[in-house]
């Protein structure tokens, strides 16, 4: 299993700011993957980063707008830049350690004003 | 399109019931079906894993289901607890890809 923690759990920002959350993972893993969680939907893969690479964005989502660093195999940081009040959402890291299963984080929760 | 729907949307039984949740996927090719249980403000936590060959699978309360021919998944929980209050998440996994298809979730409360 893995253990993965966030920081910060929640946030308030205004608008125009930016906010970066890390996400640390008790073991070393080869993919990392950020998800955003809008109120009462589901999961939307925002990118998918492995270490001593670009991450790779899934449609509808770029880097200027969501860079993210991954800088070892046990730690990741999504930045959520210029931000407006539809970018309040929950987002989550995970990992998959390839046996099947992907653990989630906890989860930032951010409220954007 | 690879598409996974679940359903009801939201259902409130009483503590002690049992109850059952639905999933329909068109997901394909199909490589596992996972159930997850999210609690409010936090991460989902898995539940079941299920591969193609697999049709039931329990987790104490908790017992999954696969139809493969018919693309359908059942989550049932037996003897509901209050703490089993959350969102439940059906999610398949396409083969040879990491990508997972998330379906929007059914919200339980379990009322005392």
């Known amino acids: 299993s893995a253990v993965i923690s966030q920081k910060p759990s929640r946030d308030i920002c205004q608008r125009g700011t930016s906010l970066t959350i890390q996400c640390q993972v008790d073991?070393?893993?080869?993919?990392m993957f950020w998800y955003r969680q809008q109120p009462g939907q589901s999961l939307t893969l925002i990118a998918t980063a492995n270490q001593g690479s670009e991450a790779t964005y899934e449609s509808g989502f770029v880097i200027d707008k969501f860079p993210i660093s991954r800088p070892n195999l046990t730690f990741s940081t999504l930045t959520v830049s210029n931000m407006s009040p539809e970018d309040s959402s929950i987002y989550l890291c995970?990992?998959?350690?390839?046996?099947?299963?992907?653990?989630f984080g906890p989860g930032t929760r951010l409220l954007v004003l | 399109k690879n598409q996974v729907e679940q359903s009801p949307q939201s259902l409130i039984i009483l503590e002690g019931k049992n109850c059952t949740l639905q999933c329909n996927y068109t997901v394909s090719p199909f490589s596992n079906l996972r159930w997850y249980k999210q609690d409010t403000g936090r991460g989902p936590v898995s539940l079941t894993i299920m591969t193609f060959s697999e049709n039931t699978k329990s987790n104490g309360r908790y017992t999954a289901t696969l139809d493969a021919d018919t693309k359908q998944s059942s989550l049932h929980i037996t003897a509901s607890q209050l703490s089993d209050s959350a969102s439940y998440i059906c999610?398949?996994?396409?083969?040879?890809?990491?990508?997972?298809?998330f379906g929007t979730g059914t919200r339980l409360l379990v009322s005392p």
């Open positions: 995970s990992v998959d350690l390839g046996l099947e299963t992907q653990y």
């Open positions: 999610v398949v996994r396409v083969t040879g890809f990491q990508k997972l298809v």
């Open positions: 073991s070393q893993v080869t993919m």
